[in-house]
């Protein structure tokens, strides 16, 4: 009966953060099909990802990772971008059901009911409280940056509900007086497997922190662990069980790294995404009461990234753990926690010290200027060390994203806070404050409504005029320029044609490096010829673009290309000889 009861609460717990879920945005969930949250962005390129992995999962055609019809005729690796296989699979279902906006928007949701479930379960096991457990999942699900990625469609980044799984599970491999426990074991290996195929962005960083966390943790539970036998099956049963996963998510990576596909960022691009500690501490630029006042005052340009908000009520409860330490069992998690939290923060505030999204210059004192042989210095911070001494750190763009631990770790704090200060209550007031702290901590990162950010993605009339022509050829966009976006990719899905650009915004295939100067000089000679080797048959041209469009038809007309059709100021146009 008990066992009964227990999956009973953990279906309303499940419901709980489901029903928040919808509330952080609302209306989505009356727009499944049709809409989604933001322009035309990084979301529809998810949209499209959700579509490929159903046309290859579902219907057996093509590979997860390599698409041929981007990038045409040598094809696109998608790892080239991130792939997010452990956030994008839960919607190929719903996909094949409802369209791939659907399978989407639900694979969107499903991350934020996970990561407030996860992060419960981790604390209910960790404080046997389970009012600080759901105040933990809702501080964690439901933070700013969790909702500035919904906004911004980065379904990879929105992939945050394995870290408590992976958290829960190697700090419990890490306790000295632990046997061989298959349960967290796989959970450990599983789970890091999980964080490999979600974003290579997280899975570098969880490389960093973990080494951090377990060397952390064990100098204060005095290395103990390390005299108990189980503690090396353990870890390296987990290492194990997530090598496979390791292993197949990263080799595209390593082979393009290696081929040098990935671009390295310089040291003053990568300073750009650094965030400012204001990031951390003042409300998010969507919160429906303070997000306009404080967006006049503060540059809030990076929001997207930069939404690092922890949370008044979150900071103070983190702050009770930490002081009254003493007075629990989770001593060691506590101080480790806040070791990473500070590592966390300042390794977020990127390559150099910022403040209100501009660089702090340091003007050095007159008696120090013969030692640095300068007036004035930019402040460095560890993060420029590390982005010229590690592996692949400099093919990382968004150093800010570093910060994210911090946003994982004060909910733990914030959990075994909480459990300290209702414990010193009856239960019928633990219930009340505990109501009173959940609404206080909605105040603080409700976004409110997403009304006037709906929009609903719609092939242009081009597209479903090719989607009626003959399959004789590429379609290439004209500018050229036009080609490298999520845009033309999320097209394909309605003209079913290859085209020779893709989502490249982070990094460029070497044959669209090398067609690329050539194509951006069309209408010429070589640009045409260019385009009959690579098998194109559809040139669309956005006569929009053009300022003389009568003198660049002509120009087009001279070359031997005919017009097709004109769909909306799209015009189509194609080789005379063919």
């Known amino acids: 009966m008990k066992n009964i009861l227990n999956k009973l609460d953990l279906l309303w717990v499940f419901l709980f953060y489901s029903a928040g879920s919808v509330l952080m945005t609302w209306p989505l969930c009356l727009h499944l099909k049709t809409s989604v949250i933001g322009g035309m962005g990084d979301n529809i390129y998810f949209v499209w990802l959700i579509r490929w992995y159903q046309k290859v999962f579902l219907e057996g055609q093509g590979h997860p990772f390599f698409n041929p019809m981007m990038n045409y005729p040598q094809g696109w690796n998608l790892s080239t971008t991130e792939t997010a296989l452990a956030t994008a699979l839960p919607g190929v279902p719903f996909s094949w059901l409802f369209g791939p906006i659907a399978g989407y928007n639900i694979a969107m949701l499903i991350t934020f009911v996970l990561a407030g479930f996860f992060m419960y379960l981790w604390m209910r096991d960790l404080t046997k409280s389970k009012s600080a457990a759901l105040l933990a999942g809702m501080i964690f699900a439901f933070s700013p940056y969790h909702i500035a990625h919904f906004i911004t469609g980065h379904l990879n980044l929105s992939g945050i509900h394995w870290f408590p799984l992976f958290f829960w599970g190697l700090t419990k491999l890490l306790n000295p007086e632990r046997k061989l426990d298959w349960k967290f074991v796989l959970l450990t290996g599983l789970s890091l497997g999980a964080i490999a195929f979600t974003s290579m962005y997280y899975l570098y960083m969880t490389v960093i922190f973990t080494l951090l966390f377990v060397v952390i943790f064990l100098s204060f539970s005095r290395f103990k662990s390390l005299r ?202 633990r219930i009340l404050i505990t109501g009173v702290v959940l609404l206080l901590v909605l105040f603080e990162i409700y976004p409110g409504s997403y009304s006037n950010s709906l929009f609903e993605p719609r092939p242009r009339q081009v597209d479903v005029w090719l989607a009626d022509q003959p399959n ?41 490096l090398e067609i690329q100067p050539i194509l951006e000089q069309f209408p010429d000679e070589h640009s045409v010829d260019l385009l009959k080797n690579l098998g194109v048959y559809y040139i669309v041209v956005n006569s929009g673009a053009y300022s003389n469009f009568e003198q660049f038809n002509q120009q087009v007309s001279s070359l031997g290309l005919v017009q097709m059709t004109d769909q909306e100021g799209q015009i189509v146009y194609t080789f005379s000889e063919q």
Request: charged share 10%; hydrophobic share 50%.
């Open 228 to 429: 108990n036998k189980y503690f090396w099956f353990n870890l390296v049963l987990a290492a194990a069980i997530s090598l496979p996963f390791l292993y197949y998510s990263l080799r595209p990576f390593v082979n393009l790294s290696t081929a040098g596909i990935l671009s390295s960022r310089s040291l003053e691009y990568a300073s750009m995404y650094s965030a400012s500690p204001t990031d951390f501490f003042l409300p998010a630029t969507d919160h429906f009461l303070l997000g306009r006042f404080f967006s006049q005052g503060f540059d809030r340009s990076l929001w997207g990234e930069g939404s690092l908000y922890i949370g008044f009520t979150a900071l103070v409860l983190a702050v009770i753990a930490i002081i009254k330490r003493k007075q629990t069992a989770h001593k060691t998690l506590v101080l480790t926690a806040s070791i990473i939290i500070l590592i966390s923060f300042i390794l977020g505030l990127g390559i150099n010290l910022h403040w209100n999204n501009q660089s702090v210059i340091w003007q050095i004192p007159n008696f120090l200027q013969p030692l640095f042989q300068k007036s004035e210095t930019l402040v460095y911070l560890p993060a420029a060390w590390m982005f010229n001494h590690l592996p692949f750190f400099d093919k990382m763009r968004t150093i800010m994203r570093f910060g994210f631990f911090v946003l994982l770790f004060i909910p733990v704090l914030a959990g075994i806070g909480f459990q300290q200060v209702a414990a010193r209550f009856t239960p019928n007031r």
């Open 472 to 512: 004789d050829g590429a379609v290439v966009q004209m500018p050229f320029g036009e080609n490298s976006s999520q845009a033309q990719v999320y097209y394909t899905l309605f003209h079913q044609k290859p085209i020779l650009g893709g989502d490249f915004n982070a990094n460029k295939p070497i044959q669209f």
